[in-house]
C-alpha cells in the first residue's frame, strides 16, 4: 500500500545514530503528510506541551492524517488530560478543526453523541475522532469506551499512551509499566515501582470486542502511524489506535529522546506494534534490530531502580514480558 | 386529541411531537416507560430522523447528550434517582457548557436504604448544576411542559429538567389532551443552535477557564436563571395562545393571595391539597395553595407576590437536607426575609411523602388545623412513626455499636431478613 504523502515506507531510510526517518532523504510522494507545503495543521504551534511531548507529536501526526483522508470533515472529542489542557489554555486554542472537551471519563460517549447527530442530521461526510491519555481511557473511561465498541458507534478512538496519569503530576494508570516509578508507585520497600499486575493492555480487549479496526503505533515511526490512520479511517464502526507516546516528564527521559525512546520501546518488545480487524490478528511490524530491554530502562528515570543488583528480579519480569510480547504477536 | 394513557406515554408521545433528534437511554424505575415508547416510536418510523441508542449507564447517557446537542441536535434522555446521581459530572457539564438538553426527572428517592418510589431527593441533589428545573402537577401539564422545556432550553442554551412524580404520574393513567403535530411545529421551530460542532467554521467548545474569568463565567450563568424567569412566564403564555391551556408558568396561584393559611408545594400533591382546600374552603377555612413550578429559576419575586397577604405558610416538600431541614423552606424564608411587603409571616417547614409514603388529604387536613391554632411547629415530620425512632435511639444508647440503620429498624418492625435470626 504505497500512496502519495502517507507511505509505509517500502525502502527504510534511517539517519545514523538517531535512527531518526530522513524526510528529506524520501522522494517527495513517500513523505509525511507534515512534509507537504499545503498540509493541514491540525494542532497549532503556540501550545503549552512539554518540550518532546510525544502525545503533541503523536496527536499532530493522527489528527493531521485524518483531516486530509476526509477533507477537513473531522469532529474531535478530547478527554481530560495533558492534550486538552496544553492545547486549550482559555481564551486560546490550538485546535483548527471543531473540537470538544467536556469530562474526564466520557469522552467515547461524547463522540457517539456526535455520531448519533451525523446520523440523524444524514451527513455521512463528517467523521468523529474521539481522543484520550492511557488513563482516560484505561481506567476512568473504561466504560463509556467499551459501550462505543459495543454500539460499534462510527467513531475512530485515539488513545495516547504515556503509560500514567501524567497531567496530574504522574501517578499510576492500569496502563503503567510494572517496574515503573509513579509519584504513587514509589521505589520504596520491597517492592519498588508501579506492581506486575496484569495491568489492561486496550488493544487485546478492543480486539475481544471484534470491531472492525485496532492498531498500536508508534511515535517514532510517523510514516506507519499515518498510514494506520489512513486505514482507520477507511473503515466505518468503532476502531481504536494506541499510540505510545514517550513523556520525558513522566518518564525522566531526555526531551531530545523522545523519537528514541519510542523506537527502544518497540524494538525491545516491549512496545508491540500490529493491527487487528474484526478481532483477528491481520499484521505485526517485525523489530528490525532487537535490543536488551535494559538498553530501554536504561534511558529512563522511572527505572533506575530496577537496574540496580538487588532488583533482578523486577529486570527478568520484564524481560518475559518482552518475551512473551514478541511470540505472542512474532515480532521476530 | 383526548387519550386515555399513562403519563409516561403521554410524555413520550409529547415529546416525539417535539422532533428530537437524538435520544439516548438507560432503564430505572419509574421513568423507563418513556424511553421504551420512544424506541417503539423510532422503530416503527413514526419517529423519524432521530438516532436511538441504548448506551452503558446513565454517566454514558448524559455524556452521549452532551456529544449530540454539541453537534447540534434536538436531545432528549430520561432518568431517575441513582441514575441522576450517576451521571451527576455530565449533568454539571451539560449546564456548564450551555447544551439546550431536555430531560425528564421521574422523582425517586435515592438510597441507602434503596427505594423506588417517589419524593424529590434526586431533583433537589442537582438544584445547584445550573439546570432549569420545573415541576408538573398533572399528566396534562407533564406533556405540555416538555412542549415547552424544548423552546425554553433552545431560547436560553440552556438545558432543562422537567420533574414528574414517580408512580404517582408517571405510571398513572389519566385522560389527556394530546396536541397535533401542527399545533406543536407552530410553537416549536427547528433547533437551530447558536454554536455548534461544524467543520465549516470550526470552533474549541470546552476550554479550561482560570481564575481570570471563572467568576464571570458563573455570575453569567446566574444572569441567564434570572432572564429564564421571564421566558417561562412568556412561553406559557404563547403557549396557551396556541393550545388553550394554562400549563407552566413559574407558579401557580390557587387562592393563595388571599387566605391566611398557604401551602407551598412541588408537583402532584398539588393535586391532592386542591381536592382538600376545595372542602375546607366550603367550611370555612381561608386557605390556600400556591404551586411552584419553576424551582430553578427560583422565581423569588413571584412567590413573595402571592405569599404576601398570607399569615401561616406551610411549605411542604418531600426530601430535606440532612442535618439543615427543608430545602424549599429555608429558600423561601431567604426570599420572603428579602421582600418588603412581608413581615411576620410564619413558615413552618413540613417533610411528607418520602420514599413513597403516601400523603393523606387527613394529615394535610391536621396540619391546617394546626396552623390555625397557631401551634403548627416550625419543623414537622408529616407522619412520622415516633415509636419506631424513639426505639431504635433507645438500642442505639443502649448498644453502641454501629451498624446499617435501616436493617435495624426494619427488624423491629418484625419485616423478615435473610439472615433468618428474627
Ligand atoms: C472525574 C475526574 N477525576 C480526576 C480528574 C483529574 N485528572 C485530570 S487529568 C488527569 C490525568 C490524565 O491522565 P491520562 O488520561 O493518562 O492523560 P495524560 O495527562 O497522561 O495525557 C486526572 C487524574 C478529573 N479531571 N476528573
Ligand atoms: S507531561 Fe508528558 S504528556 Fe504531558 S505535556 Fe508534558 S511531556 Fe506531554
Given at each position: 500500500m504505497t500512496q502519495k504523502n502517507t507511505a509505509e515506507q517500502t525502502v527504510k531510510f534511517y539517519q545514523t545514530g538517531t535512527f531518526t526517518v530522513g524526510n528529506r532523504l524520501l522522494d517527495e510522494e513517500f513523505r509525511t503528510v507534515q512534509a507537504t507545503e499545503e498540509r493541514s495543521n491540525s494542532i497549532d504551534s503556540g501550545h503549552r506541551a512539554c518540550q518532546g511531548c510525544g502525545q503533541a507529536l503523536g496527536a499532530r501526526y493522527a489528527l493531521d492524517t485524518a483531516m486530509r483522508v476526509t477533507n477537513n470533515k473531522i469532529i474531535a472529542a478530547n478527554a481530560t488530560g495533558c492534550l486538552e489542557v496544553f492545547t486549550t489554555p482559555y481564551p486560546e486554542t490550538a485546535w483548527s478543526i471543531p473540537w470538544v472537551h467536556s469530562l474526564f471519563g466520557n469522552v467515547a460517549s461524547?463522540?457517539?453523541?456526535?455520531?448519533?447527530?451525523?446520523k440523524a442530521k444524514g451527513d455521512s461526510e463528517t467523521r468523529v475522532i474521539a481522543q484520550g491519555g492511557d488513563g482516560g481511557t484505561?481506567?476512568?473511561?473504561?466504560?463509556?469506551?467499551?459501550?462505543?465498541f459495543d454500539r460499534n458507534d462510527d467513531v475512530l478512538y485515539i488513545c495516547y499512551d504515556n503509560g500514567g496519569y501524567m497531567n496530574t503530576g504522574v501517578q499510576r494508570s492500569s496502563a503503567t509499566p510494572g517496574g515503573a516509578?509513579?509519584?504513587?508507585?514509589?521505589p520504596v520497600g520491597e517492592h519498588p515501582g508501579s506492581s506486575f499486575n496484569t495491568g489492561k493492555f486496550l488493544p487485546a480487549i478492543a480486539m475481544a470486542h471484534e470491531i472492525p479496526y485496532v492498531a498500536t503505533a508508534s511515535v517514532h515511526d510517523l510514516h506507519d502511524l499515518e498510514r494506520k490512520v489512513e486505514k482507520a479511517m477507511s473503515f466505518r464502526g468503532a476502531r481504536y489506535i494506541q499510540i505510545n507516546v514517550p513523556c520525558p516528564l513522566g518518564w525522566g527521559s531526555l526531551p531530545a529522546h523522545t523519537i528514541k525512546l519510542a523506537r527502544m520501546?518497540?524494538?525491545?518488545?516491549?512496545?508491540?506494534?500490529?493491527?487487528?480487524?474484526?478481532?483477528?490478528?491481520?499484521?505485526?511490524?517485525?523489530?528490525?534490530?532487537?535490543?536488551?530491554?535494559e538498553d530501554y530502562l536504561k534511558a529512563q528515570r522511572r527505572f533506575a531502580h530496577v537496574l540496580k543488583p538487588a532488583n533482578v528480579a523486577q529486570l527478568e519480569t520484564i524481560r518475559a514480558l518482552a518475551e512473551k510480547n514478541i511470540k505472542r504477536y512474532a515480532l521476530l | 386529541m383526548l387519550q386515555q394513557i399513562s403519563g409516561s406515554i403521554a410524555v413520550a408521545n409529547a415529546v416525539a411531537l417535539c422532533r428530537p433528534e437524538v435520544i439516548p437511554c438507560y432503564p430505572i424505575t419509574p421513568q423507563t416507560?418513556?424511553?421504551?415508547?420512544?424506541?417503539?416510536?423510532?422503530?416503527?418510523?413514526?419517529?423519524q430522523d432521530c438516532t436511538y441508542e441504548n448506551v452503558e449507564s446513565e454517566f454514558a447517557s448524559m455524556s452521549f447528550c452532551i456529544g449530540a446537542s454539541a453537534a447540534g441536535a434536538r436531545t432528549y434522555t430520561a432518568t431517575a434517582s441513582q441514575g441522576l446521581l450517576y451521571m451527576m459530572e455530565a449533568v454539571y457539564n451539560a449546564s456548564g457548557?450551555?447544551?439546550p438538553i431536555v430531560m425528564t426527572l421521574g422523582n425517586r428517592a435515592i438510597g441507602a436504604p434503596i427505594n423506588i418510589w417517589n419524593d424529590h431527593s434526586d431533583a433537589m441533589s442537582v438544584r445547584d448544576a445550573g439546570w432549569i428545573q420545573l415541576f408538573v402537577e398533572s399528566n396534562q401539564q407533564a406533556l405540555d411542559v416538555h412542549i415547552q422545556a424544548f423552546k425554553l432550553a433552545e431560547a436560553l442554551s440552556l438545558p432543562v429538567m422537567v420533574n414528574m412524580d414517580g408512580f404517582i404520574l408517571t405510571h398513572a393513567i389519566t385522560r389527556v389532551d394530546m396536541p397535533d403535530q401542527e399545533q406543536v411545529d407552530r410553537f416549536l421551530p427547528p433547533f437551530i443552535p447558536r454554536q455548534k460542532l461544524d467543520t465549516e467554521s470550526p470552533l474549541s467548545i470546552g476550554a479550561m477557564v482560570g481564575p481570570d474569568a471563572f467568576t464571570e463565567v458563573r455570575y453569567l450563568a446566574h444572569h441567564k436563571q434570572k432572564e429564564a424567569l421571564t421566558i417561562i412566564e412568556q412561553q406559557a403564555e404563547e403557549f396557551a395562545n396556541i393550545f388553550g391551556r394554562d400549563s407552566g408558568g413559574l407558579v401557580k396561584s390557587?387562592?393563595?393571595q388571599e387566605s391566611d393559611i398557604v401551602f407551598v408545594a412541588m408537583g402532584s400533591v398539588v393535586g391532592t391539597m386542591q381536592d382538600l382546600i376545595n372542602d375546607l374552603r366550603s367550611e370555612g377555612y381561608s386557605v390556600g395553595i400556591l404551586s411552584l413550578r419553576s424551582f430553578r429559576p427560583f422565581p423569588a419575586n413571584?412567590?413573595?407576590?402571592?405569599?404576601?397577604?398570607?399569615?401561616?405558610?406551610?411549605?411542604?416538600?418531600?426530601?430535606?437536607?440532612?442535618g439543615m431541614g427543608g430545602i424549599l423552606a429555608s429558600e423561601i424564608h431567604m426570599a420572603t426575609q428579602r421582600y418588603a411587603d412581608i413581615q411576620g409571616v410564619q413558615i413552618s417547614s413540613v417533610i411528607g411523602g418520602l420514599g413513597g409514603r403516601t400523603i393523606t388529604k387527613q394529615s394535610l387536613r391536621k396540619l391546617v388545623d394546626k396552623a390555625k391554632q397557631g401551634d403548627l411547629d416550625a419543623e414537622v415530620f408529616m407522619d412520622l412513626e415516633a415509636n419506631t425512632v424513639v426505639r431504635e435511639l433507645k438500642r442505639q444508647q443502649d448498644e453502641q455499636s454501629s451498624g446499617p440503620v435501616a436493617e435495624n429498624i426494619l427488624r423491629d418492625m418484625g419485616v423478615v431478613s435473610a439472615s433468618k435470626t428474627h
Amino acid at each position: 500500500m504505497t500512496q502519495k504523502n502517507t507511505a509505509e515506507q517500502t525502502v527504510k531510510f534511517y539517519q545514523t545514530g538517531t535512527f531518526t526517518v530522513g524526510n528529506r532523504l524520501l522522494d517527495e510522494e513517500f513523505r509525511t503528510v507534515q512534509a507537504t507545503e499545503e498540509r493541514s495543521n491540525s494542532i497549532d504551534s503556540g501550545h503549552r506541551a512539554c518540550q518532546g511531548c510525544g502525545q503533541a507529536l503523536g496527536a499532530r501526526y493522527a489528527l493531521d492524517t485524518a483531516m486530509r483522508v476526509t477533507n477537513n470533515k473531522i469532529i474531535a472529542a478530547n478527554a481530560t488530560g495533558c492534550l486538552e489542557v496544553f492545547t486549550t489554555p482559555y481564551p486560546e486554542t490550538a485546535w483548527s478543526i471543531p473540537w470538544v472537551h467536556s469530562l474526564f471519563g466520557n469522552v467515547a460517549s461524547v463522540a457517539s453523541g456526535i455520531a448519533a447527530t451525523l446520523k440523524a442530521k444524514g451527513d455521512s461526510e463528517t467523521r468523529v475522532i474521539a481522543q484520550g491519555g492511557d488513563g482516560g481511557t484505561t481506567d476512568i473511561g473504561f466504560a463509556c469506551l467499551s459501550g462505543l465498541f459495543d454500539r460499534n458507534d462510527d467513531v475512530l478512538y485515539i488513545c495516547y499512551d504515556n503509560g500514567g496519569y501524567m497531567n496530574t503530576g504522574v501517578q499510576r494508570s492500569s496502563a503503567t509499566p510494572g517496574g515503573a516509578r509513579t509519584a504513587t508507585t514509589m521505589p520504596v520497600g520491597e517492592h519498588p515501582g508501579s506492581s506486575f499486575n496484569t495491568g489492561k493492555f486496550l488493544p487485546a480487549i478492543a480486539m475481544a470486542h471484534e470491531i472492525p479496526y485496532v492498531a498500536t503505533a508508534s511515535v517514532h515511526d510517523l510514516h506507519d502511524l499515518e498510514r494506520k490512520v489512513e486505514k482507520a479511517m477507511s473503515f466505518r464502526g468503532a476502531r481504536y489506535i494506541q499510540i505510545n507516546v514517550p513523556c520525558p516528564l513522566g518518564w525522566g527521559s531526555l526531551p531530545a529522546h523522545t523519537i528514541k525512546l519510542a523506537r527502544m520501546g518497540v524494538e525491545s518488545g516491549l512496545v508491540p506494534l500490529f493491527e487487528a480487524e474484526y478481532g483477528e490478528l491481520t499484521q505485526s511490524t517485525k523489530i528490525r534490530y532487537q535490543i536488551p530491554v535494559e538498553d530501554y530502562l536504561k534511558a529512563q528515570r522511572r527505572f533506575a531502580h530496577v537496574l540496580k543488583p538487588a532488583n533482578v528480579a523486577q529486570l527478568e519480569t520484564i524481560r518475559a514480558l518482552a518475551e512473551k510480547n514478541i511470540k505472542r504477536y512474532a515480532l521476530l | 386529541m383526548l387519550q386515555q394513557i399513562s403519563g409516561s406515554i403521554a410524555v413520550a408521545n409529547a415529546v416525539a411531537l417535539c422532533r428530537p433528534e437524538v435520544i439516548p437511554c438507560y432503564p430505572i424505575t419509574p421513568q423507563t416507560h418513556i424511553v421504551e415508547h420512544l424506541s417503539s416510536l423510532v422503530k416503527s418510523g413514526q419517529l423519524q430522523d432521530c438516532t436511538y441508542e441504548n448506551v452503558e449507564s446513565e454517566f454514558a447517557s448524559m455524556s452521549f447528550c452532551i456529544g449530540a446537542s454539541a453537534a447540534g441536535a434536538r436531545t432528549y434522555t430520561a432518568t431517575a434517582s441513582q441514575g441522576l446521581l450517576y451521571m451527576m459530572e455530565a449533568v454539571y457539564n451539560a449546564s456548564g457548557l450551555g447544551l439546550p438538553i431536555v430531560m425528564t426527572l421521574g422523582n425517586r428517592a435515592i438510597g441507602a436504604p434503596i427505594n423506588i418510589w417517589n419524593d424529590h431527593s434526586d431533583a433537589m441533589s442537582v438544584r445547584d448544576a445550573g439546570w432549569i428545573q420545573l415541576f408538573v402537577e398533572s399528566n396534562q401539564q407533564a406533556l405540555d411542559v416538555h412542549i415547552q422545556a424544548f423552546k425554553l432550553a433552545e431560547a436560553l442554551s440552556l438545558p432543562v429538567m422537567v420533574n414528574m412524580d414517580g408512580f404517582i404520574l408517571t405510571h398513572a393513567i389519566t385522560r389527556v389532551d394530546m396536541p397535533d403535530q401542527e399545533q406543536v411545529d407552530r410553537f416549536l421551530p427547528p433547533f437551530i443552535p447558536r454554536q455548534k460542532l461544524d467543520t465549516e467554521s470550526p470552533l474549541s467548545i470546552g476550554a479550561m477557564v482560570g481564575p481570570d474569568a471563572f467568576t464571570e463565567v458563573r455570575y453569567l450563568a446566574h444572569h441567564k436563571q434570572k432572564e429564564a424567569l421571564t421566558i417561562i412566564e412568556q412561553q406559557a403564555e404563547e403557549f396557551a395562545n396556541i393550545f388553550g391551556r394554562d400549563s407552566g408558568g413559574l407558579v401557580k396561584s390557587y387562592f393563595a393571595q388571599e387566605s391566611d393559611i398557604v401551602f407551598v408545594a412541588m408537583g402532584s400533591v398539588v393535586g391532592t391539597m386542591q381536592d382538600l382546600i376545595n372542602d375546607l374552603r366550603s367550611e370555612g377555612y381561608s386557605v390556600g395553595i400556591l404551586s411552584l413550578r419553576s424551582f430553578r429559576p427560583f422565581p423569588a419575586n413571584a412567590i413573595c407576590n402571592a405569599l404576601k397577604n398570607a399569615q401561616q405558610v406551610i411549605v411542604f416538600e418531600k426530601s430535606f437536607a440532612v442535618g439543615m431541614g427543608g430545602i424549599l423552606a429555608s429558600e423561601i424564608h431567604m426570599a420572603t426575609q428579602r421582600y418588603a411587603d412581608i413581615q411576620g409571616v410564619q413558615i413552618s417547614s413540613v417533610i411528607g411523602g418520602l420514599g413513597g409514603r403516601t400523603i393523606t388529604k387527613q394529615s394535610l387536613r391536621k396540619l391546617v388545623d394546626k396552623a390555625k391554632q397557631g401551634d403548627l411547629d416550625a419543623e414537622v415530620f408529616m407522619d412520622l412513626e415516633a415509636n419506631t425512632v424513639v426505639r431504635e435511639l433507645k438500642r442505639q444508647q443502649d448498644e453502641q455499636s454501629s451498624g446499617p440503620v435501616a436493617e435495624n429498624i426494619l427488624r423491629d418492625m418484625g419485616v423478615v431478613s435473610a439472615s433468618k435470626t428474627h
